[in-house]
């Protein structure tokens, strides 16, 4: 990351180095934005920080879904692995140096050297010498810590602020089933469920959620955390029989226009033949507007080698700051049977 970037655009500080070991370091800078949440309304959040990594490390190799680590005191076995217990956290590795920067996997098992992640019909390929983190998942704990920045409710029957989640395994537009919580005594609770605290839900970094205020009164929502400063990559989910929704964020702190995101540029977003014939899709969301189960304030695709809007005939929207930081927005990938991969760059 460029040090002499000018970070009181997105009110970032630098933040020390995070070490792990000899030869590994992963330089890091800090920053937060304030996002109002009307009352009476839907917000389409995402996470534009990531939470400081627990660990660092090197490669030193890798075989199928684990990834053998060096330069490093050993970990305690099954540091890095959530149990099921309802404090606990859940762990991604995201690999920060060489070809594959910007992929991140799930974690699933971890011993003193050696970390396993659920490849998810993807490739780890990542070399020996490559950098990598450990970075634990927001959870609408940290996020909204007691409650902070929503409405607590008074009791299950009386809720005043929703967190949805959608289905990200939902393979159609009609399917899929989304979770949905609200904070009651200073804890996150699932609707409709048994009062069991949920305070370490997992939210996944590339992905949203939806904070839905019941009442009038608006709040504010403080994000702040780590900036990362390699490439993102994100994997987006298509079906071979129909259309797919992906419910995504960009983890970034700075706005990005449609050219600039790498959408196109990287194969994952499939141009249209016409614009009356749309392959892919882009949904955007209007967090200004204040309405309950709104609709998407604007819908982009890709034809004629620049970026349509539509209703706006042929004007080109190249250059529409659409990627803002902290929103969400749906992907509509046309029916396929090869899931793409958006790279996406830093522009600091």
């Known amino acids: 990351m460029n040090s002499s970037f000018p970070f009181l655009l997105f009110a970032a500080a630098a933040i020390p180095v995070l070490t792990a070991g000899a030869g590994v370091t992963v330089p890091g800078f800090s920053g937060f934005r304030r996002l109002a949440l009307p009352g009476n309304s839907d917000s389409y959040l995402s996470t534009p920080f990531a939470r400081p990594p627990a660990a660092t490390a090197l490669i030193g190799s890798v075989a199928g879904g684990t990834v053998t680590v060096s330069g490093i005191n050993p970990w305690q076995p099954g540091r890095f692995v959530n149990q099921g217990g309802p404090e606990e956290e859940t762990y991604y590795l995201l690999i920060v140096s060489g070809s594959s920067a910007g992929s991140w996997f799930m974690i699933t098992g971890s011993t003193a050297v050696t970390l396993t992640v659920d490849l998810d019909g993807d490739t780890l390929n990542a070399a020996a010498n490559d950098r990598i983190a450990v970075i634990p998942c927001w959870t609408l704990g940290t996020l909204f810590p007691g409650g902070l920045g929503v409405h607590g409710s008074p009791s299950p029957s009386e809720i005043r602020t929703e967190i949805v989640l959608p289905d990200f395994n939902a393979a159609t537009l009609a399917g899929g089933v989304p979770k949905v919580f609200s904070c009651i005594g200073g804890d996150w609770v699932e609707v409709a469920e048994p009062l069991i605290p949920r305070n370490h839900q997992a939210i996944l970094p590339d992905s949203f959620f939806i904070v839905r205020h019941r009442i009038p009164a608006a709040t504010e929502f403080l994000t702040q955390g780590a900036v990362i400063s390699s490439r993102l990559r994100s994997a987006l989910g298509v079906n071979p029989a129909s259309k797919r929704d992906n419910f995504l964020g960009l983890q970034r702190p700075t706005p990005y226009t449609l050219a600039a995101s790498g959408l196109v540029s990287s194969g994952a977003f499939a141009a249209s033949p016409t614009p009356g014939n749309r392959t892919d899709e882009l949904f955007v969301y209007d967090n200004a507007l204040v309405k309950l189960n709104k609709s998407a304030s604007a819908t982009y695709f890709y034809w004629n080698n620049a970026w349509r809007k539509v209703g706006s005939g042929t004007a080109n929207f190249d250059n529409a ?28």
């Open 321 to 348: 700051m659409v990627f803002t930081p902290g929103t969400g927005f749906i992907i509509r990938k046309n029916a396929s049977s090869t899931p793409p991969f958006w790279l996406n760059s830093p522009n600091y």
